[in-house]
């Protein structure tokens, strides 16, 4: 996703000159071709992500487009307050770009698990919320996200994340994706963990169980519709996300179910049940210690339905 963000930004660059790159003292190698080809539009703050996001409302406020790019949970809780005051509250074109989404930052701990950068970026008017599934979404978002007229927050795993599309298809803002038909219980995921949803999909249809799969690229504003017809037609609904399910996508799909009166609805949260990312290791140790694995999200859709 990372690649297919900056490569994105980069064509935009070509296009727009209010195209800004901001970086917290990362993105080393990666920004190479941005950097020789627009060196005024590259700016390196240190490790300093606060005082980036100022810069970047200060910069915004001239007409510029910058898009602010570090580790997802430094930029949403460490620049929290910058990001309230100086870019949402100001309603600032700021484009916040996390990299290292849930606990894809697997061998560095805790401190670099981005676990509740959704809920914040939640909570702030105005903000919009990109959390794509693939390079190919995480192109469509950093397009999108240029196209909007105010703050946005791009939660983006780092490179190599395997592909859920195979071509293209039509991304729209705020309209989430059906990727596989199903009538018994409908998942809805969003973000890099699609690619095992994906899988525990196929073993549940060996199981004979036929499950909907949704993806949600767009955490805020959220497709209602998507979700109420899925409870209206399958009538159990688990939602997997790699954050915790306080005030994530989880929470997200609940208020929508219950502010519709749609009971009875069976439904389940999967995700970090008000604790840290356990554990060390690979990504794939800790989907697996964290409970975010194939086999322990077909266990949750077994006991849901």
């Given at each position: 996703m ?18 800004l ?8 190698v ?13 700016l ?7 005082n ?36 949402c ?12 989404a ?18 914040l970026?939640?909570?702030?008017p ?12 995480a192109r ?5 996200a ?22 293209d298809?039509e ?6 994706v059906?990727?596989?038909e ?8 969003t ?31 959220l ?14 609904i ?33 995700g ?25 999200i077909?266990k ?6």
């Amino acid at each position: 996703m990372r690649d297919a963000y900056i490569a994105a930004l980069y064509d935009l660059a070509k296009d727009d000159s209010r195209i800004l790159a901001l970086v917290a003292d990362n993105g080393a190698v990666v920004y190479d071709k941005y950097r020789q080809d627009f060196p005024g539009r590259f700016l390196n703050f240190g490790i300093s992500e606060a005082n980036m996001v100022s810069v970047a409302a200060g910069l915004a406020s001239c007409g510029k487009v910058p898009f602010a790019y570090t580790i997802s949970c430094f930029i949403t809780m460490r620049a929290f307050e910058q990001v309230r005051n100086d870019v949402c509250l100001q309603k600032m074109n700021v484009k916040l770009v996390g990299i290292g989404a849930g606990f894809v930052y697997s061998n560095l701990g805790p401190t670099h698990h981005a676990i509740k950068d959704i809920a914040l970026m939640r909570t702030l008017p105005d903000m919009t919320i990109f959390s794509p599934a693939d390079p190919l979404e995480a192109r469509y978002a950093t397009i999108a996200a240029a196209e909007i007229n105010g703050p946005a927050y791009l939660r983006l795993s780092t490179g190599g994340t395997p592909k859920v599309y195979e071509q293209d298809y039509e991304f729209k803002l705020g309209r989430g994706v059906t990727l596989k038909e199903g009538s018994d219980v409908a998942i809805i995921a969003t973000g890099g963990i699609l690619h095992e949803v994906l899988q525990a999909q196929e073993e549940l249809k060996k199981m004979g169980i036929s499950a909907r799969l949704i993806n949600i690229h767009t955490v805020k504003p959220l497709d209602e519709e998507i979700i109420l017809k899925a409870a209206d037609e399958t009538g159990a609904i688990l939602t997997v996300e790699e954050h915790s399910i306080f005030g994530g996508l989880g929470s997200a799909a609940a208020e929508v179910i219950a502010e519709n009166n749609k009971a009875p609805v069976k439904f389940k949260r999967l995700g970090l049940n008000g604790v840290f990312a356990q554990g060390y290791g690979s990504y794939q140790d800790m989907k697996e210690m964290n409970g975010l694995s194939k086999k322990h999200i077909v266990k949750a859709v077994k006991e849901l339905i």
